[in-house]
Each structure stands twice: as C-alpha cells, then as structure tokens.
C-alpha cells in the first residue's frame, strides 16, 4: 500500500474513531439527563399513606432536594460532525496499442510492466478519494494485442491500481473485443488487482456500482454508446452484443434514445435508493476527433442531470473537450460535466495519424471534482470543478519506445521524460491548447 493510500485509510479510521466517540458521549449525556430526571420526579411516586423503603444511610426525608430548587444544568448539545471533504478524480481512455505492448515487453524476463507510464501523474492519482479511469482494452488472457482488437497484459490491471486507481469502467466500444469470455475475465483481472469494475454486472442485476469512501456513498453509472441495430440486434462496434449479456453491459441506443434514457435514469434513481450520497455518471459517446460536444452529448447530459446525476464524466473522441457547469432547472444544483477527457495514454499522435487534429489526440487531463458533504443533513454543500492537462511523450532510446504521461504543470520544464525526449515545447504548446479549450480559470496550479 502506498504512503498516499495509508494516509487515506489513517483519515477514515480518525474519522470512525470521532464518530465512536461522539456516539459515547451522547449515551453519557442521555443517562445523565435521565438520572436528573428520576431525582426529580422519584419524590412524586409516593402519595404519603405508604412510606417508600428505607434507603441505606438514613431517611430518604432528611436528605436534601437533589435539585435544591434550583434549575438543572443544561446538558451541552454534541457537537455536529463536520462535513466530509472528498476530492475525485477520473481520466480518459486507457488505451493499448501493439506499438506500446512492445515497448513495455522485457525480453529477458519475458513480462510486460506499464509502471512507468504513470510515474509522473501518480501523485495526482493517489491524493485523490476516489479516482477513476477507462478501461479501453480487455484483458482476456493469451497473446496481447493492439487496435482493432484490444487485449492488454494483465499487469495493465495492477499497475493502475499500483498507481491510485479505485475505479475501473469496462464499457466501451471495445467491451466485446474478446467476447464474452473476454468480458468476464476483464471483470475477474481489475478486481483482482483491487479496483471496483463499473458498467458491467455478470449478474446481470444491477446498472449501478457503489463504492464508500470516507462515510460518504457513492455510486457510479457508466454506459457506453451501440453502434445501429442489426436485425433486431444490439451491436458494439458493428458487433453483436450476445442476447445474454444485454442486459449484463450498460449500453444504450441512438434509436430507441427515450426508452433507453429512462432505463439511465432508473439506473440513477436505483443507486440512490440503494444508499449512494453522490452519483457519478460515465458516459463512452461523441465523435471520434471532435473537439466539441455534439447534441445527442448535450440532451444525455441535460437529462442526466433532471435524473439525479451529481458528477458527469466522459470520453470516446479520443480528443479533449470542454467542461462547464449544467444547472438542474427544478432544484438550481450545479453538475460539473467534462465533454471528453481525451486520452489517458495510447499510441495515437502526431507522428501515428494523418487528419486535421491529430495532435490533440496525445493531450488528456485528470478531471477533478470537490466536494463537501454533510453526513448528518444528507446533504451535498459544495461542488466544484477543475483539470490537470496531460501530455503523452513517446520517444525513442536504443532499447526502443518510451512513453510517459507528463502532468502539465509548474514543473514542466524540469519533468525527466521531456529532458530526455527533448519535447518540452510540444508540451508546452498542448497545455497552450488546454488552457484555451477548458479555460483557464480551471486548470488546477
């Protein structure tokens, strides 16, 4: 366990430890009061003709009025907890590509270990809650392999938990890369190495995930995007989803938008009714390579919103795109949406891709969200959001490919990976773009 990961745990357990205490008082100050009010009222109990017993020590006569006429002390209200402070955070697609297997590979042990990729964003991760991420590959076992059928090493699953990962969402237009086998197993690797799958039920019972943290519920709703109906038939990526695993993946469809619009809000409404304080939405939509939201995103977003939704996480275009605030029109609640995160780490860049807006597809961020809840008043008090941009550096040694997430912040010119690669005013020209696309009222400094 991480020195970050400790120091959360020691938070909760100082939190649960005041609770306790705070729970001993009250029974100390509720047995005081009723002893006060048993010497006050006992003398009443006898109407003179039978003469209570004698108590030990003398006659209950001569002993003086407990009270002595005097008002009881006024017993001290227990203090109110305080609110619960949560910061969380989540990040785009987390993508496999054959270029970056192979440079994760050791020959001479023959393992792969993505470690290094996070090494510079870890801090950010593991001081987080809650932090979650977006699983775009599987992890079906076998031999690993990239785009158009993603299949990660396992390791993947353990280094992003290493990393601070809580959270990890299975779906997405990838989910089925592997089959249904591949699916299960996907599930089976991110519990195994501690993270809590999201958007993916194998019983096929629930469409929401809870998770606590700090005392404070919460729970996730992660949906991805079909592609058209075929036959009759749901499809991811122009693929069947097997009728038995339908309602087992959070998916909806374009063609029947309304019906499929109330089954996420009933998803939303199911999560609160099964304890979660704050509901996050996750939502895998959009264009691919469009740096704006398109309106099937703003009608999700603002029916989400109606539905309960708190928190409005989501990626696809593999691309960033804005964030801003959406008001719920009937309680006036401000819901920090984030259009697209963009990627996390992948193989697509400048040098891999040829289209108009290929060098935004190497910036992403880590979306964050804090907020302050009351537990006693069940109430969410403040809300509010904000980004660190990030920047994929890929570069090339005499043992092969490099890749690093480089957080673009205060210490960017000093960050290993860009005085090795030699791409510091490739980054410094991404967190231009950031600035300019997000605002730079919410970049996190």
């Known amino acids: 366990m991480s020195t970050m990961q400790l120091e959360r745990a020691e938070r909760r357990a100082r939190r649960e430890a005041a609770r306790k205490r705070k729970r001993i008082v009250a029974i100390a100050v509720l047995a005081a009061i009723v002893i006060v009010l ?12 039978t003469p209570p ?3 030990v020590g003398g006659d209950l006569s001569q002993m003086e009025d407990p009270s002595d006429g005097r008002e009881p002390e006024p017993v001290p209200e227990p203090e109110p907890e305080p609110p619960v402070s949560l910061r969380v955070v989540c990040v785009g697609d987390v ?16 393992t792969y270990d993505f470690a290094d990729n996070f090494q510079y964003v870890k801090g950010y991760i593991e001081e987080a809650d809650l932090a979650l991420c977006n699983l775009e590959t599987c992890f079906a076992g076998g031999t690993p392999s990239g785009y158009p059928i993603f299949n990660a090493p396992d390791i993947l699953a353990q280094n992003l938990a290493d990393a601070g990962f809580d959270v990890g969402i299975l779906v997405n237009n990838h989910t089925l890369d592997k089959g249904k086998s591949g699916l299960d ?6 519990a195994e190495a501690g993270m809590i799958p999201a958007g993916f039920d194998p019983e096929g019972a629930k469409k929401y995930t809870l998770t606590e943290v700090d005392g404070v519920t919460i729970g996730v709703v992660a949906y991805t995007y079909e592609t058209p109906m075929s036959n009759g038939r749901h499809t991811l990526n122009g693929n069947y989803v097997p009728d038995d695993y339908v309602d087992k993946l959070n998916s909806f469809c374009y063609e029947n938008f309304d019906s499929e619009m109330d089954e996420i809000k009933g998803a939303i409404a199911a999560a609160k009714e099964a304890g979660a304080d704050i509901v996050i939405c996750y939502y895998h939509w959009g264009e691919e390579y469009q740096r704006s939201p398109n309106n099937w995103q703003k009608e999700i977003a603002a029916r989400s919103v109606a539905a309960g939704a708190d928190v409005i996480f989501a990626s696809h275009p593999h691309v960033p795109q804005g964030m801003e605030y959406l008001t719920d029109e009937a309680s006036g609640r401000q819901v920090p949406v984030f259009w697209s995160m963009g990627n996390f780490v992948s193989n697509q860049r400048e040098e891999t891709l040829d289209m108009e807006n290929r060098r935004y597809t190497e910036q992403g961020m880590i979306a964050g969200v ?13 809300i509010s959001m ?5 920047w994929v550096d890929r570069y ?6 490099h890749y690093a997430i480089v957080p673009l912040d205060a210490d960017l010119e000093t960050n290993p990976a860009l005085q090795t690669s030699g791409h510091l005013e490739r980054a410094k020209r991404a967190l231009g773009d950031m600035k300019e696309l997000m605002g730079e009222q919410y970049i996190r400094k």
């Open 95 to 110: 993508m496999t590509h054959s270029t970056q297997i192979k440079a994760q590979y050791d020959s001479a042990t023959d």
């Open 53 to 55: 017993p004698e108590p």
């Open 370 to 382: 804090n907020l302050e809840y009351d537990v006693e008043a069940d109430e969410l008090l403040t």
């Open 185 to 190: 197993r996907t599930a089976q690797i991110v």
């Open 386 to 390: 904000d980004v660190i941009p990030t």
């Open 396 to 401: 090339k040694l005499d043992d092969g490919y």
């Open 38 to 49: 048993g010497a006050l009222v006992l003398p009443s109990f006898f109407d003179g003709k």
